[in-house]
């Protein structure tokens, strides 16, 4: 049971790369979501999904683009990387609403 | 929005002493959960606790959701508790308010040896 995998750890882009940052998890977990992690800013919801084909905007969706065709898989795509982009990303799932979210180990993304 | 505020902003702590770490919350919440940053960055979920008490070794939680606030004690510190702990509620409301987890600022805990 390795919870929720995210690749990978670290990574440096050039302003107007693509890239996907995968999310893994083998929980069974319907729920899954992205955030970013920025100083004075706290975490803030990018995108999130409620099952397999279901997926939906968070507070600071531009930018970022996701699908969700498996429950394991939940990557997370940046179109034109920016230095706005530059932070620390989180995945997380959960059973649901009402159960608690297990988070990777997260990416620490840097675009130059 | 819900808004989080967590007390105090840093703590300073010798080791062996205790301490107590507090969580408001502006509204009704149906999930509170408590995580620790360690200094990798890894995000460590202590306790799930929309109501009630928990108990986890050293560290305990207590959630009042009718008072709208939330207790995070760590008892006997050692060095390794150190890095910020983070409060995270979520609203029971519709809308993609109901799915996101609101994390306060947090409290950034320093045990010294």
């Known amino acids: 049971n390795a919870g929720v995998t995210q690749t990978p750890k670290f990574q440096v882009l050039k302003t107007g790369q693509s890239m996907t940052l995968q999310c893994a998890q083998d929980m069974n977990h319907e729920y899954m979501s992205w955030y970013r992690q920025d100083p004075g800013m706290g975490l803030r919801l990018i995108h999130y999904s409620v099952g397999a084909g279901i997926t939906d905007q968070g507070e600071v969706p531009n930018g970022y683009n996701v699908s969700r065709s498996t429950t394991e898989d939940f990557p997370l795509r940046l179109l034109s990387a920016a230095p706005s982009q530059t932070s620390v990303y989180f995945c997380a799932s959960s059973y649901g609403q009402t159960y608690g979210y297990t988070f990777g180990s997260g990416t620490r993304l840097t675009v130059v | 929005g819900i808004q989080v505020e967590q007390s105090p902003p840093d703590l300073i702590l010798q080791e062996g002493a205790n301490s107590t770490l507090r969580c408001n919350f502006s509204d009704s919440v149906n999930n509170l959960q408590w995580f620790h940053q360690n200094p990798w960055g890894q995000l460590i979920n202590l306790f799930y606790?929309?109501?009630g008490t928990k108990q986890n070794g050293r560290l305990s939680a207590t959630t009042v959701a009718t008072e709208r606030y939330s207790l995070l004690y760590i008892s006997s510190s050692q060095t390794t508790d150190s890095g910020v702990y983070f409060c995270a509620v979520r609203s029971p409301y519709s809308g993609a308010g109901s799915y996101q987890l609101t994390f306060g600022k947090g409290t950034k805990l320093s045990v010294i040896p």
């Open positions: 606790i929309p109501s």
